[in-house]
């Protein structure tokens, strides 16, 4: 049963903060608790009492209020009075705290780290200390992480508009930096990782706060994005004479030459604050991080946050979900580490031509050989996550099961190595040469831990007899007073002549023989009386206390020394972390290309041909993920041709409504992105050439956080384009213009295809309901129109979902509205209307009459094209 709102409000008003006013007039404990809470005054504190971790003041405000839980209180002091409390089992904490964390909330864990019998003996307090700081950027567990998905904690330093950029997972050991200009772009790289936590450095005193979503500081810049948990840092961690010696102690170099970050200064700040924060919040359990690693921005093909949305690369727009995306539609891996890896790959394609048909001839080399690729997928199913185990095991914190589940990982490379051997694709060759040491260290993993353990490690019950030859004798001892418990309750019966005399034990009293009230006079002189019970008298004697007090002992010695054997066996794990982590990187990525043969094979996808020029020739190509929730052979396929001497670098796709213009813009983008992280594409054939950046702008969203309109969000859009857009890229466009009056919405359009088309030369694919644009493909050489073809009937079109060339002249929005079901009468009004607007539109005149044919040189501006036009007059 809960108690009332108002019962709560009453019986238990919390104090407004975790200070009272004088501590001193505290009791003990809660003097220790406000000393460890004034260092973590920004995070909640679980304090260990008895079977509970307690929160306190605030804090147990905050917690009953995100957890749903009951505030009870108690006296704090004579002078102080009842205080809030608010408590979880101690064996539910990590539920618990991961709820707080999912929250944004830092967690920090105080425990009791002696025995509490011992503090009472001695009448005192347990000694309790911090063993866990939990912030939404290092959590480890593996209950609280994503399988699939990394989770990573950045760290972001701004100079003026150049910046640094560190990150890293802790539960993988991932650790990378760069270095860039234009905020923007700062801003594109976050929304690309999607950091759990994000540090940023500040210039204040005692700053140690953990920003949750949706909160801003004052301390915060505009131009980072809201949608992320900030913990705001001492500037001193950032400091290039702190950072520095830190990173260089961290990993033991001499310089950071060799790992090319030596001439970034932002990026080792970045870094240095990062690992600061890492080596603070971990404590006890110390994560080794992989050795850091510098990249650029501009090695990997750009995909804004507004471009990731359109394409849905990650997760849907209209709910967010998994499914439905791009990476649903793709995923086909055995492992969480090639879940992730695919993940990575999607968000940061390739620019590099060698590096994509390296993944292309491993792709085609798993097509081909179907006993390979089969065989390969079947080991991968088996394997478990080395990274976050081997992560653990480095962090001290792997229990025996996980110890068990990496043997058993390690066991199985020499069989994926040998067939490894029939590939010759450098992915292949670098799961050939798996050290023999860590098949021997599996070996003896195997050996040394019991198959079923227990959870906990300190419980005992680990491992197997034969391990360790002291191991044996003390659990031969245990097993011999055991043996004479078990005998002592039937040579008591026979003594005593008490047929149901029992043997017992419980928490309380421990092991004491029972007998009938009735039958009391026959218990022997050496019977001392324990307790009486309404039916049953128990009694101990001298030496059944003895065995008891040797078993228990016994028992907690032995479980202590297992323990150590287990403690040593995973250290000895942990000595194998980089070789253990190589090999689980190229066993991840070697995941991905079977699952995306597999794809290839059963979704009758092609190897498309990676050119060096301006190329994008599509031949009946298919929207990967459509195509999935459809039904194989269900899609109508399309082809696209663009960049070449014969093909336009613009095309105008008109078309109705709901005829499929935005499917093929997405369709378009999908096969170009997919083709650069190395996969075969659901097309017939294609050539493509490498784009620098792909961009979108489909559909109509509202920023109602920041105040802006549909049609002002989609300018934001287009001016990012255009701003970004070179050569190289492909832009796709959809409803330009369209949220504004027709003849500004018009002039925007035309504005906007002209300049890509003249000044920047991208491919471009612009979807428009203005006819008007048709125009343009007159007038300029590399513009040429497409439409989405429909089948006119009496009363209704069908879709035919084809794209042909030819522009449209009507776009059905009215037959549209038909099939939306609006009324007969306002369908009928609409005709004539637009009947009217057709024959009088200025727009329409001005077009027909004025517009003059010219084939104006790539290198004519387009102001002087306008001027020349002067169509809008």
């Known amino acids: 049963m809960t108690e009332s709102a108002s019962t709560k409000a009453t019986r238990n008003a919390p104090h407004e903060d975790y200070r009272p006013i004088n501590p001193q007039e505290l009791t003990p404990m809660y003097q220790h608790y406000v000393e460890v809470k004034e260092q973590y005054p920004n995070a909640l504190l679980l304090y260990r009492v008895g079977d509970f971790f307690e929160c306190f003041f605030q804090d147990a405000v905050t917690i009953a209020q995100e957890l749903e839980l009951v505030i009870t209180s108690k006296d ?223 090695d990997y093909l750009v995909l804004d946050s507004t471009t990731r949305r359109n394409l849905e690369i990650t997760s849907t727009v209209r709910d967010n ?110 799961l050939q040469d798996v050290p023999s040491e860590l098949e021997e260290l599996g070996k003896k993993v195997i050996d040394s831990i019991v198959e079923f353990p227990p959870q906990h490690v300190k419980e005992g019950g680990i491992i197997r007899d034969g391990v360790n030859q002291q191991l044996d004798e003390m659990r031969k001892l245990i097993d011999g007073d055991k043996e004479w418990l078990a005998n002592l309750e039937v040579t008591e019966r026979e003594r005593t002549g008490i047929s149901n005399l029992k043997v017992g034990y419980n928490k309380t009293f421990g092991y004491y023989i029972s007998m009938p009230r009735s039958k009391a006079n026959l218990a022997p002189e050496n019977y001392q009386r324990k307790q009486t019970l309404l039916n049953e008298e128990r009694y101990i004697t001298a030496e059944l206390k003895e065995k008891e007090n040797r078993i228990l002992n016994a028992k907690d010695d032995l479980a202590k020394f297992e323990y150590e054997i287990f403690v040593n066996l995973r250290s000895l794990v942990a000595e194998k972390t980089e070789e253990i982590r190589k090999i689980a990187k190229a066993i991840a990525a070697m995941d991905v290309l079977s699952g995306l043969a597999e794809l290839a094979v059963y979704q009758d996808y092609n190897r498309p041909e990676i050119t060096e020029d301006r190329i994008i020739k599509i031949k009946n190509g298919r929207h990967p993920v459509v195509e999935k929730l459809l039904g194989f052979g269900m899609f109508v396929p399309n082809s696209t041709v663009l960049g070449t001497e014969k093909a336009p670098d613009l095309i105008i796709l008109t078309g109705p409504n709901a005829s499929g213009k935005s499917c093929y813009l997405r369709q378009v983008g999908l096969i170009q992105l997919m083709a650069q992280i190395g996969s075969f594409i659901p097309a017939e054939s294609a ?187």
């Not at 300049?755 to 125009?775: C, D, G, K, P, V």
């Not at 522009?807 to 059905?812: M, P, V």
């Not at 539109?841 to 094209?865: D, H």
Request: charged content about 25%.
């Open 76 to 298: 704090a002091g004579k002078n102080v009075g009842r205080i809030a409390m608010t408590g979880v089992p101690h064996h539910a904490l990590d539920r618990y705290a991961r709820q707080l964390v999912e929250k944004g909330y830092a967690v920090v864990i105080c425990d009791q780290v002696e025995d509490a019998a011992t503090a009472t003996a001695e009448k005192r307090l347990v000694k309790r200390a911090i063993t866990k700081l939990l912030t939404p950027g290092t959590i480890t567990e593996d209950e609280m992480l994503p399988s699939k998905q990394n989770n990573f904690l950045a760290a972001v330093v701004v100079a003026k508009e150049h910046w640094g950029l560190a990150y890293a997972d802790i539960s993988t050991g991932e650790f990378f930096t760069t270095q860039n200009k234009d905020l923007s772009s700062l801003a594109t790289e976050l929304l690309r990782l999607q950091p759990a936590e994000i540090l940023f450095p500040v210039n204040a005193p005692d700053i140690n706060s953990l920003l949750r979503p949706g909160q801003k500081s004052d301390y915060l810049p505009n131009f980072l994005p809201d949608c992320f948990c900030y913990s705001l840092r001492s500037h001193k961690a950032f400091d290039i004479h702190e950072a520095k010696p830190r990173l260089l102690m961290e990993f033991n170099l001499k310089s950071l030459e060799g790992v090319g970050c030596e001439h970034l200064p932002l990026a080792i700040r970045a870094a240095g604050g990062l690992l600061e924060y890492v080596q603070d919040t971990q404590k006890a359990n110390q994560v080794p991080l992989q050795l850091i690693r510098s990249y650029n921005v501009s």
């Open 687 to 873: 050539k493509l050439s490498i784009c620098d950046r792909i961009f979108t702008r489909v559909g109509a969203v509202d920023d109602i956080a920041t105040g802006q309109s549909t049609f002002m969000v989609e300018m934001n859009e287009t001016a990012n384009i255009l701003n970004h857009a070179t050569e190289k890229s492909l832009v796709l466009l959809d409803e330009i213009g369209r949220g504004t009056a027709t003849f500004d919405g018009l002039s925007i359009a035309w504005a906007v295809a002209e300049y890509l088309a003249i000044e920047i030369q991208s491919r471009t694919i612009f979807a428009t309901h203005y006819h008007e644009l048709n125009e343009l493909a007159s007038i300029l050489e590399n513009v040429a129109n497409y439409q989405v073809t429909v089948k006119e009937l009496e009363n209704e079109i069908i879709f035919l979902h084809e794209v042909k060339a030819g522009g449209a002249d009507k776009s059905y929005g009215i037959e549209a509205g038909r099939l939306a079901g609006l009324p007969p009468v306002v369908i009928k009004r609409a005709k004539q209307v637009m009947s009217q607007i057709e024959k009088h539109s200025k727009i329409a005149i001005g077009l027909r009459k004025n517009i003059k044919k010219l084939t104006p040189s790539k290198q004519e501006n387009t102001e002087e094209i306008m001027n020349q036009l002067d169509i809008f007059e």
């Open 321 to 430: 979900t998994f499914h439905g995306s791009l990476l649903w539609a793709l995923d086909r891996t055995c492992t969480a580490m090639g879940g992730r890896a695919l993940r990575r790959w999607l968000l940061q394609p390739l620019l590099n031509k060698r590096g994509i048909i390296a993944r292309q001839d491993s792709i085609a080399e798993l097509m081909d050989n179907l006993p390979l690729r089969e065989a390969i997928r079947e080991i991968l199913k088996s394997i478990y996550d080395l990274e976050r185990i081997t992560g653990r095991v480095s962090a001290g914190t792997a229990n025996p099961k996980e110890l068990l589940n990496l043997a058993d990982s390690l066991l199985k490379l020499r069989e994926l190595g040998e067939l490894a051997k029939e590939g010759k694709s450098p992915y292949f060759q670098a």
